[in-house]
């Protein structure tokens, strides 16, 4: 049988198509590979292969497929399809190269071998270099000249013979070729061009330009002042640099403030090469000497030094989209406040602060505009309309968002609540990036036709408070502002990370489908945007749903959309209160038999006597009775135990403020609480209630060790922290989370 089809995979081979027992070898070595990438087993790597070709989405095998994949997480199933997107495309890549290389009538079994060997796709190129089409380089002129033969003899490195009186024979005015120097000068480029396409040496000069690099930065102008002065006579090794100093330096020399440069040590390169090329004596040792020394200086180098930088930026992308994506899922994920009347403001200077009420379930009440900021600084009519409509619609929070004039609508505010004597007033501040990309995009205009860019921005101020995830969505991910370097990175990928990030958290938290807007259903599990406008088209046509097997009448949405939305859309006063849970309909029959096997009933669900029986369920001794898996049923009996619960409802509410904190007032030592608004590589920007937030540095975050800010706060932590130190003329403070002795 594996003679049968080895025979097979060489038919294939030679007719340049794909057999079915090719097709199966790259599988199977693309599975391998990811299982020792990621160190998974196997056959967890295989089902999870499997139901992605399925066209089941990760986070519906993650929740709903647990028995096949072992329980493996969002993240492991990302890096499956991932890798696995990658890895194919390498394989067609691989294909794509063989058979180019096999019409040019070149292709030996080495060459296929190592390229079906290659790992990645900087290795494929590099064996693919030789044979690729060039522009016109002094070889290929060479080349055309006749020279190739002596290039030929110069690699052969013979021992006896007169250098010239060998090149004295490729001398031909019709060739182009005056001299015999000209012709070992074209010899010596052809090998040249020979050893910087040489794929060992381009993979061994890659390797020790990273490890023994130094970049070194200088200023353009030293004279002018920007926020690259601390690279302004910078130098540090390759291999230590971190992500976020990549990112900066880029950013510098591509605003052509810095001059950046590569140092590598070339004796050792040259030493390299010349191990790999000259094999002992000859006539020619001088000659190659300096054809090993033009190659790298003129071909090498520079194309090195391009793919070490490329690929340090890479690894720097890779960290700040991680980075920012950590953020932003915290962010989203932040605990609505809910049951409160609110009012936006959108703070203003000239135009003045527009102003949004809008009710506990986020319905637009009225919308006002008041001038308390300068230059109109009308204070005392601001703060009567302002008082008018907190009694009127009995507001309880006021909310603003964190642009232009923020700091001076607070105190404003702030003074206002101390007068409000007849109700219990509190206010927050909210970070308001994307607001007005929201405001100005074609959905918000569809939301609120009738109103102008900043009106519609002070409504989505108010609604962050009451539900983040739900306001968020509407907004470009990468425009919330929770990153780092954002656009200084492939903007796809971003787009492609957040973009999951926001999958993730949509499907984690859940949706209600009666009142879900269509920008939130578009990123449940299998609901595109076309799918999320026709079922609130249906909605809207035929009211409320009532049953989660309603979803099914809707256009378009076909067997595979229901399997895969179904679970994470919510019907809160349904027929099945069942279809108020994470619980998906597949599993509604175990459900059935796990109430008859511990004699409840349907209508206890909510209860604290149901609660109780299923904390004492023993889900191992349960699960082969029911015909479930183990991890289905300990989902099912959490979700049972508390239907219609809101993950967010675990996460620390908000700092409210009464009151306004000046820098001024800040001295080192004192203590603040305050709320965690972004974390970057070196360290955590902390709202404390002031105009800027402070930075804690990574080395102020705990008393021991900190590899990553990331491994001691979050995005919306509510931290403690004290006072470092206070620079008035620019306005910074540093924090430390570390107590002071």
Not at 20 to 27: C, G, L, N, R
Not at 239 to 264: F, M, Q, S, T
Not at 504 to 510: L, Q, R
Request: charged fraction near 30%; aromatic fraction near 6%.
């Amino acid at each position: 049988m594996a003679n049968e089809q080895a025979i097979q995979v060489e038919e294939g081979k030679a007719a340049g198509e794909l057999t079915e027992a090719m097709k199966a070898a790259i599988q199977e070595r693309i599975l391998k590979q990811i299982a020792a990438e990621l160190q998974l087993p196997a056959g967890r790597v295989k089902t999870t292969m499997g139901l992605l070709d399925e066209g089941n989405t990760i986070p519906f095998i993650a929740r709903y497929r647990k028995e096949m994949t072992g329980e493996l997480d969002e993240n492991q199933l990302r890096d499956i399809e991932e890798r696995l997107t990658y890895l194919r495309n390498l394989e067609d890549r691989k294909l794509e190269v063989i058979r180019l290389i096999d019409e040019q009538g070149k292709l030996t079994d080495e060459l296929r071998g190592a390229i079906e060997k290659s790992v990645k796709l900087q290795e494929v190129e590099d064996l693919y270099r030789p044979y690729r089409q060039k522009r016109k380089t002094r070889a290929s002129v060479a080349k055309e000249k006749g020279l190739e033969p002596l290039a030929v003899w110069i690699v052969s490195q013979p021992k006896q013979g007169d250098v010239l009186a060998e090149a004295g024979r490729y001398v031909s005015e019709e060739k182009g070729v005056a001299t015999a120097d000209e012709a070992i000068q074209g010899a010596m480029d052809i090998v040249a061009e020979q050893i910087a396409d040489d794929a060992k040496v381009r993979a061994w000069v890659r390797r020790h330009t990273f490890e023994q690099g130094i970049l070194r930065t200088e200023a353009k102008n030293a004279e002018q002042e920007s926020v690259y002065e601390m690279y302004y006579a910078y130098q540090e090794p390759v291999r230590k640099l971190p992500p976020h100093r990549i990112l900066a330096i880029n950013r510098g020399e591509r605003e052509e403030v810095l001059k950046v440069a590569l140092d590598v040590p070339v004796e050792r390169i040259h030493e390299y090469i010349a191990k790999q090329y000259v094999k002992g004596p000859s006539i020619v040792r001088d000659i190659l000497t300096n054809v090993i020394e033009d190659a790298y200086k003129r071909l090498l180098a520079s194309s090195i030094e391009r793919e070490v930088r490329g690929e340090m930026t890479e690894k720097a992308e890779e960290k700040a989209i991680e980075v920012f994506a950590e953020n932003l899922r915290n962010l989203l994920l932040q605990p609505p406040v809910k049951g409160k009347v609110v009012l936006g403001v959108d703070p203003a200077y000239r135009t003045g602060c527009k102003l949004a009420v809008v009710d506990d379930t986020g319905k637009m009440l009225e919308i006002a505009v008041t001038y308390p900021t300068p230059p109109n600084n009308k204070v005392a009519e601001a703060k009567a309309k302002i008082k008018s409509l907190i009694e009127k619609y009995g507001v309880e929070l006021i909310v603003i968002g964190n642009g232009t004039a923020s700091r001076e609508t607070e105190q404003f505010v702030a003074d206002l609540i101390g007068e409000v004597k007849t109700r219990k007033l509190q206010y927050l501040i909210v970070n308001e990036a994307g607001a007005s990309v929201y405001s100005a995009s074609k959905l918000a205009q569809t939301e609120f036709p009738d109103l102008d860019v900043a009106e519609r921005s002070a409504i989505s101020i108010a609604r962050r408070l009451q539900d983040p995830l739900a306001e968020l969505v509407k907004i470009e991910p990468k425009a919330i502002g929770v990153g780092q370097y954002q656009h200084d990175v492939t903007q796809k990928r971003l787009d492609e990370s957040l973009k999951f990030v926001v999958e993730s958290a949509v499907n984690h938290v859940g949706v209600d489908v009666n009142t879900a807007s269509p920008s939130l259903l578009s990123y449940v599990s299998g609901v595109n945007s076309t799918l999320a406008k026709n079922i609130v088209k249906y909605r809207d046509d035929n009211g409320k749903f009532e049953s989660r097997a309603q979803l099914q009448k809707v256009p378009r949405l076909g067997a595979k959309a229901f399997e895969q939305c179904v679970g994470f859309l919510r019907i809160g006063e349904g027929k099945n209160p069942l279809d108020n849970t994470p619980i998906h309909p597949e599993s509604y029959n175990v459900v059935d038999k796990l109430f008859k096997e511990l004699k409840l009933e349907l209508s206890q669900l909510g209860s604290a006597q149901l609660k109780d029986r299923l904390g004492q369920a023993e889900p191992e001794e349960l699960a082969e009775k029911l015909g479930v898996g183990v991890p289905t049923l300990r989902d099912i009996i959490g979700s049972l135990q508390r239907p219609g619960r809101d993950p967010r409802e675990d996460v620390p509410a908000p700092i409210f403020r009464t009151d306004v904190l000046q820098i001024e007032d800040l001295t080192p030592g004192m203590e603040l609480k305050g709320t965690v608004r972004n974390v970057i590589d070196f360290g955590a920007f902390v709202d404390i209630g002031i105009k800027n937030d402070g930075l804690v540095h990574i080395s102020q975050l705990s008393n021991s060790f900190v590899k990553h800010p990331m491994d001691v706060v979050s995005v919306g932590d509510v931290v403690t922290v004290w006072v470092l130190n206070v620079d008035l003329k620019k306005g910074r403070v540093g924090l430390t989370m570390r107590k002071p002795s």
